[in-house]
């Protein structure tokens, strides 16, 4: 009868022990899976974000240097035509305008979705059509640079414009 | 059995836990996410002032998209708008959401004022230029709200039918002039109710000229530095001399009756006169208006600078307070309001009267052919425009203003303006005004209501005052609040003829006005409010009279009042008394070195 008591208890030992094994080794399993998952989602948000980093700075580089050849290839163009216009010296308005329309003509302004525009001192603005209005912007002007470009929208339509202008009042 | 059960069990439960741990987060954040989208939640207050705006449609907006929100309007009607809002700003009064009707970029300490909207998705829906026009240091504190051309009306109708061509400068103008006169037509009317238009106008002209130029914008700089004045710059002087021009020509004149810009354009609306100088745009679209009237702009003389001049209606932003601990979900709450008002409906919604005559600075805005200005947008496009001149210059509008109407009437002469500019130069570069007296603790609207009662009825006498007050009322149908009243509050600071102005009803140039009516209809008026003829809703009354004085129903009193309906005006046989509110109010208030709430008092 003893036998009987102490085996069932050895037994149940036994089995508390197993028991007690099993939920260790679910519990060190559980603990593993959570770890690994927690490092493979850092592992894969860094790697994500270091191959995001890598394009954009990859995208903004080209970008950029697209933009700076196309800034580059407007001033040169600018530059261009006012040195024609410095050798041309036009005399007076009529001369002037008819200067602009010959040299959008000639440089397919038209295509290029460019425009040749001229500011005077008051800050009116000229076209190859003949004298506008004032210049929105004219308050960049103010302090004569020698050259500056600036993004312009029209006052009721959101379309932008982009205007490179250089300095020829002290010339 | 059960107990291997039980265990294997628990250890379900413990495992699934642990194992769905990680999603228990985005479920929380997802309850808190439509926590804030919940009708019924208590939202604190959010304050927003309205400026003569009747903001019930817009309000409807916001309630339609966000019902969770609750928006406190504080409407504003008195008679000096712009420097209301910006002693509201000087003091430390501003609402949550801030309105304002002229903003020049740090010309105050926007950054310590106003949080930057630079970064939220809604100011991504203005047009870059507009917004370039209102950044400071890479930030954005105001955002413009719909704008103005102005110009000169004129009766497109008359015009057509007399054959006339719309003249495209000065000189052309001089032309048609003598032949409106010849089939006895009116040249002009012009709009001078109030001061500031006087200045107005004088830029407006000079805009054509000097002004307006990049060495006319750099002068404007240094007189406002100090560093230069008018009469020793030839340019400008030459350029103010231009008035005599519209003047001689019958352009600027004090016909009609000029101080009242509401009479000013019925009698435009009538057909007789050809051209309007004035703030009122969109004629055609007035009740009994049977003619067409169109905008065209300032003629300069060869018409190659003629210009509209561009006025921006209201700016606004958010207060800073508003990103302090503890304010966050009225921080949210704000952004959803200025969500609603960056887009087309909303801002439209501002001034549903208005639609067809502001420009809106969106992306999705639409310049329409029903436009009132269709048939102008090339010259608009073309930089035939100059920027409204008025920040930077308050405190020098008022006198230069005046001094300006008078020329226009006729009792000064131009050199009596050039000299106003260089006389009151002092008033900006060492930025003063003449106060009567000082406020130390604020008065708010029934006070001042109270304020104005007194020293309008001591001033001509009379028993007591009924002085009607302009708290928010929600009237879709009513074309603005009670701007018969007193709109407004006086803030901790020195009294000028500004804030007297901004208080009362009587602005800068109305008589205070008196009925007799029994103590009986006096009560009822109390209880009844003050009836405007185009709201369907009414204003308090505030009742004024001596302490301690009771009012007998069948004894006839003789009280002030500001805000009768025409039923009132009639059976009270209403009378202007010929003494000046302004006067009256400043002659009253110079009496104290200070005023505070205990100085309102009738004994």
């Known amino acids: ?171 | 059995m059960k107990r291997k059960k039980f265990i294997a069990w628990a250890l379900t439960t413990v495992c699934t836990a642990l194992m769905l741990a990680g999603c228990s987060a985005s479920e929380s954040q997802n309850q808190t996410a439509d926590k804030s989208a919940d009708a019924s939640s208590d939202h604190p207050v959010i304050t927003m002032n309205a400026p003569y705006r009747n903001m019930s449609t817009f309000v409807d907006k916001v309630k339609e998209k966000y019902p969770e929100i609750n928006l406190e309007i504080i409407p504003y009607n008195g008679q000096n708008t712009s420097t209301y809002m910006l002693d509201m700003r000087k003091c430390g009064e501003m609402p949550d959401i801030y309105f304002i009707t002229y903003y020049t970029p740090g010309r105050f300490d926007d950054e310590a004022d106003f949080l930057d909207l630079s970064s939220y998705d809604f100011t991504g829906e203005y047009v870059q230029s507009r917004l370039r026009e209102v950044t400071l240091n890479s930030g954005i504190y105001m955002l413009p709200m719909g704008y103005n051309a102005l110009g000169i009306t004129y009766n497109k109708t008359l015009l057509d039918e007399n054959g006339w061509e719309l003249p495209d400068s000065f000189k052309e103008l001089e032309e048609l002039a003598p032949k409106v006169e010849e089939a006895g037509y009116t040249l002009c009317l012009d709009q001078l109710q109030y001061p500031g238009f006087g200045f107005q106008f004088l830029c407006n002209i000079a805009d054509t000229g000097f002004l307006s130029t990049i060495d006319g914008q750099k002068w404007q700089e240094a007189f406002l530095k100090g560093e230069v004045n008018v009469s020793d710059t030839p340019d400008i002087v030459e350029n103010i001399k231009l008035l005599d021009k519209w003047r001689d020509l019958g352009m600027l004149n004090g016909n009609g009756t000029p101080d009242n810009d509401t009479d000013t354009k019925a009698e435009m609306i009538k057909g007789n006169t050809l051209f309007l100088i004035g703030n009122s745009n969109d004629l055609s679209s007035e009740s009994g208006a049977e003619d067409e009237f169109r905008l065209m702009p300032y003629l300069s003389e060869d018409g190659d600078q003629n210009v509209f001049v561009l006025n921006v209606s209201r700016y606004v932003g958010l207060n800073k307070k508003l990103g302090e601990e503890g304010n966050e979900q009225k921080l949210e709450d704000a952004l959803h309001v200025m969500e609603v008002l960056s887009t087309v409906d909303g801002m439209e919604s501002l001034e549903p009267s208005q639609v067809n005559s502001r420009l809106l600075p969106l992306k999705d805005a639409k310049v329409g052919e029903d436009s009132y200005y269709a048939d102008v947008l090339d010259e608009l496009n073309s930089g035939h425009t100059a920027s409204f001149i008025y920040t930077g210059w308050e405190n020098a509008i008022v006198p230069i203003g005046e001094t300006m109407l008078d020329y226009i009437k006729g009792n000064a002469e131009v050199e009596d303006v050039i000299k106003a500019f260089d006389d009151n130069q002092h008033l900006i570069t060492e930025d003063t005004m003449d106060t009567c007296t000082t406020v130390t603790e604020m008065l708010d609207m029934d006070t001042c209501a109270k304020l104005v009662g007194i020293c309008f009825a001591k001033a001509v006498n009379a028993d007591a005052a009924l002085i009607s007050t302009n708290p928010w009322r929600y009237d879709k149908d009513a074309y603005e609040m009670n701007r018969e009243g007193v709109s407004g509050a006086l803030f901790p600071m020195g009294v000028s003829d500004q804030e007297i102005v901004s208080i009362i009803p009587t602005g800068w140039t109305n008589n205070i006005q008196t009925v007799t009516l029994t103590g009986k209809r006096i009560k009822e008026l109390i209880e009844s409010g003050y009836e405007r003829s185009d709201n369907s809703v009414s204003f308090p009354y505030v009742l004024v009279s001596k302490e301690g004085m009771e009012f007998e129903d069948d004894t006839v009193y003789t009280i002030v009042i500001c805000g009768a309906s025409d039923e009132v005006k009639e059976e009270g046989n209403i009378q202007d008394t010929g003494v000046l509110g302004l006067d009256a109010a400043k002659a009253y208030l110079s009496q104290f070195k200070t005023l505070s709430p205990k100085d309102i008092v009738w004994e």
């Open chain 1, 1 to 171: 009868m003893k036998k009987t008591v102490s085996s069932r208890r050895s037994g149940k030992i036994e089995y508390s022990q197993s028991i007690l094994s099993i939920a260790v080794v679910i519990l060190l399993a559980i603990v593993g899976v959570a770890g690994f998952l927690k490092f493979y989602h850092s592992y894969i948000d860094e790697t994500l974000y270091a191959e995001r980093l890598s394009q954009m700075r990859e995208v903004t580089m080209q970008l950029y240097a697209g933009l700076e050849d196309v800034v580059e290839s407007q001033w040169r163009k600018t530059s261009d035509s006012c040195r024609k216009l410095l050798d041309k010296k036009p005399e007076s308005q009529e001369e002037f305008l008819h200067f602009m329309e010959k040299q959008a003509y000639l440089e397919d302004f038209d295509s290029l979705q460019m425009d040749f525009i001229a500011v005077d001192q008051d800050g009116k603005y000229y076209t190859k059509s003949g004298a506008q209005g004032l210049l929105t912007e004219r308050e960049y002007l103010a302090s004569s640079p020698e050259r500056i470009s600036f993004v312009s929208n029209l006052l009721t339509y959101d379309e932008s414009r982009m205007f490179f202008f250089r300095n020829f009042r002290n010339r």
